[in-house]
């Protein structure tokens, strides 16, 4: 939604300015920058316009482009030490972490994220 990008971004805007000096400083300057940076790229038409929603509904399951199942990582990857690293990196391997609301039958999926800093990894 375009309005929660807005809030986003503004929340990182302020979250970096109150960082302390020895923190990382560009840490939520550089997420900010990366939500407007979408809006931008994604959330427009082609005269400049911006839409209010980016879908995320395929075949009648919500934000099915952005979910996995450990196999279809497998498949994806194709490689059993690529797949143990990505699994832990993205956080699989600490179980799915999305339902679709609407679609009770439909298995349990993961979004990926980073649980700890790449840095730490």
């Known amino acids: 939604m375009l309005y929660d990008n807005g809030q986003l971004a503004l929340t990182y805007i302020n979250a970096h300015k109150q960082m302390p000096p020895e923190a990382d400083p560009m840490r939520y300057a550089t997420v900010a ?12 038409d082609e005269t400049g316009m911006f839409w209010s929603a980016q879908d995320a509904e395929v075949d009648a399951c919500e934000g099915l482009n952005y979910l996995w199942l450990a196999p279809e990582v497998s498949a994806a990857l194709d490689d059993p030490q690529l797949e143990k690293v990505a699994s832990e990196l993205y956080g699989l391997t600490l179980g799915t972490n999305f339902q679709d609301p609407h679609q009770h039958d439909q298995p349990r999926r993961n979004v990926l994220f980073l649980p700890v800093s790449i840095a730490n990894y």
């Not at 920058?33 to 427009?44: A, F, G, N, P, S």
């Open 33 to 44: 920058r990366e939500i407007c940076d979408y809006v931008l790229r994604e959330m427009r």
